[in-house]
């Protein structure tokens, strides 16, 4: 052992012994928070008695109360932190740092040196040994050059001269190597020792190799619109889950988890990424897919996923509505339409109750029109609820002798009398007795239309949904910049309303009914959230960025993805970022690019770029592995036996393979095929499943931000991908190996890879 590497594994282990002792103390403040927290709940009425006989005593006896309460909630309090403490320090025992840089401020001080971690560690003197990644400081680990570097403080910026930059592996308590490294930002050879491993079903929390420019995006604490376009396996998820837990770790105190909301593509994501912020000591933030967002606020109708039923079976028309509902246009129409309501045309109930109309939609409506012009949509609502109420309350009141009323009265059980007079009152007269109890019912009845009218029942926002599509399909000037012609669009409202009638909608559907509402009712968003992250942007419309603009106003927006992988839209994605642009246009937007990908092996990087159109911007970072396999077979069963070969050959491998279809049809009729061979695997067919440590079979869309040891892509054949379209699609596909890749098609390739040179794969004729 060298010296240098013996003086590291001293300080590692002096280091693990600190922790030990920690461990040993937060242990105890553990066991005597828990034994605390037992005898204030043994105990707890011991120190007073329960008094209610007059006024004085009991607020006595409720100040006690409370103040057991207090105490109770104290030791619950020390038990957590000690709690979450024993948890940090278990986590990070093994190896509690993984960097070293030595720096000194100025010629006086001297030369300073700290270790860096997943956490913070100050031993029982109070002396940090370790440094959160997170901290100020740290960032010179991930940005700095040797010689003079600054780093942001919360006092300002701080200029220091670098002397050294190590970086270490290690693992349960020992250091097997290190690397010092001069100009770049994590050393090659660290990086490929981390891309070696196998993948996982879960995400896994890498911050000992994160590059300059992904610190550029984890630290930026000044923008409101950050833009990460990175190729596929840049590592763009991972930086803005790290920008995620420097955010919590920089504002701790004035930010919480719940302040912070994720959206990304399916369910199957969402437990992909589930540990990584727990993983770095954080709670997880909310975490939401678009459907399940706009879902929460349509209850009673089925949001649909248009990707779940996606099959490539978009016609010319489809992609032209698409194109309209997705644009920014189609917002601003809303808009406008909903000005056009101000003045006429909103949609009522009436208020009906017991079969009797209270108050008619005609009178509901002369009251809404009868403000001046001066009046917004929310200040004739908040009005006409008002008048509505005082409508409802007189009709109702003058119904205390009614049959409903009486009936009720006379039919009432004693435990009924008792809640509606818990006082037992006594009454001077029947009429008197009769009164009280009609106003009662009256009044119940009353609060539970009122809560009705409250939250808008009076209004029929979807008459007014679909009045606002057949007003949209009578501007022949606005379907023209879509090449949409009325008969297209009534094609389009046809299944709409077959949708509808089921009770469901797409997300197409589903988030203009939204923003109607929003408009109406003058919803102004969610204030409470500060940052929102969007996964997978390419799958978004404008339409659908601008929404989610106006549905978080207070939020800064971190927006992540691959234009190369835009699988579901028909537009040009490269034309996103302007739109993306001109949306928040009024505010400080940056845009990052991630060029090279880290996920696969230079030679799966390679291969993949050439299925692209426009490709030279992607980079393939230096890890050597095998080339691309293409087996073509004369039908389906040989490319299900050459499937077969290749798992087998996988499974020895211990690898985690994904047969990846184009299609749900597709991987469903293979599964079947395999479970007739006996070969263990998964079928991915939902969103909601959960992934495994196997083979799974899996459609493409359901694939997007995953990634696996080994892909097959199965049938990528002349006749199974032809429009320019899926070009994306396929790209996809195969840059979610990591190890290896074969492609599988039928007599004969995809036309879409005929840009790909014959020196980047090895061909096999079955």
Known sequence: MDQILNDEQKYLTFVISEIEKKVKIFKQKEAQARSDGKKVMDTFFDDFSVNMSDYSEQLETSASIHQQQQILLEKNNAYERSARELATLNRVKGRPFFGRIDFEETAKTGREKIYIGMSSFVDTKNKYLIYDWRAPVSSIYYDGRLGEVSYDTPDGKQVVDLKLKRQFLISDGQVHSYFDTKNETIGDQMLLEALQEKSSTQMKTIVTTIQREQNAIIRDTKTDLLFVQGSAGSGK?????????????????????????????????????????????????????????????????????????????????????????????????????????????????????????????????????????????????????????????????????????????ESMSEEQIRELNPRNREFASSKDEYNFYANKIIDHEYKILARKIVHNYFLNIMAQYRDFLLYLGQ????????????????????????????????????????????????????????????????????????????????????????????????????????????????????VVYLPTSYRSTKQITNFTKEILSDSEHIKAFDRNGLKPRVFIGQNHKQLDQKVVEILQNEHQQDFTTAVITKTPEAAEKLAATLTDLEIDHLLIKSARQHLAKKVMIIPAYLAKGLEFDAVIAYDVSKDNFTEQYERKLLYTVCSRAMHELSVLAVKEMSPLLEKVPESLYELEKL
């Open 475 to 590: 501007n022949k000037e606005f379907l023209a910049q879509f090449n949409l012609s009325k008969s297209e669009w009534k094609e389009y409202l046809l299944q709409v309303g077959e949708l509808l009638s089921h009770k469901q909608m797409t997300i197409n559907e589903a988030l203009p009914f939204v923003q109607l509402f929003d408009l109406l009712t003058g919803r102004h968003g969610e204030r409470d959230i500060r940052y929102v992250f969007i996964d997978e942007i390419q799958d978004y419309t404008p339409y659908q960025i601008r929404y989610l603009k106006h549905a978080f106003p207070r939020a800064r927006f971190t927006l992540l993805g691959d234009l190369n992988q835009e699988i579901f839209s028909f537009d040009e994605g490269k034309y996103l970022i302007d739109e993306v642009k001109q949306i928040f246009k009024n505010q400080e937007t940056k």
């Open 237 to 409: 998820t991972s930086a803005v889950m790290q920008r995620m837990a420097f955010l919590l770790y920089r504002y701790r105190g004035n930010l919480n988890s719940t302040e912070i909301l994720m959206f990304s593509p399916n369910q199957l994501f969402n437990d992909y990424i589930a540990n990584v912020l727990p993983e770095m000591g954080e709670n997880n933030m909310v975490r939401f897919t678009l459907e399940t967002f706009v879902g929460r606020r349509i209850p009673g109708f089925e949001i649909i996923n248009v990707l779940d039923s996606w099959e490539g079976q978009f016609n010319e028309v489809s992609r032209k509505v698409v194109h309209l509902l997705g644009s920014d246009d189609f917002y601003t129409a809303m808009e406008t339409y909903a000005e056009k309501l101000n003045r006429a045309g909103v949609k009522l109930r009436p208020i009906v109750f017991r079969g009797q109309e209270l108050v008619s939609t005609e009178k509901i409506s002369q009251i809404f029109y009868q403000f001046n012009q001066n009046y917004k949509l929310l200040n004739r609502l908040d009005e006409t609820k008002k008048r509505v109420l005082n409508l409802v309350k007189s009709n109702l009141g003058r119904q205390k002798r009614s049959d409903w009323v009486s009936n009720i009265v």
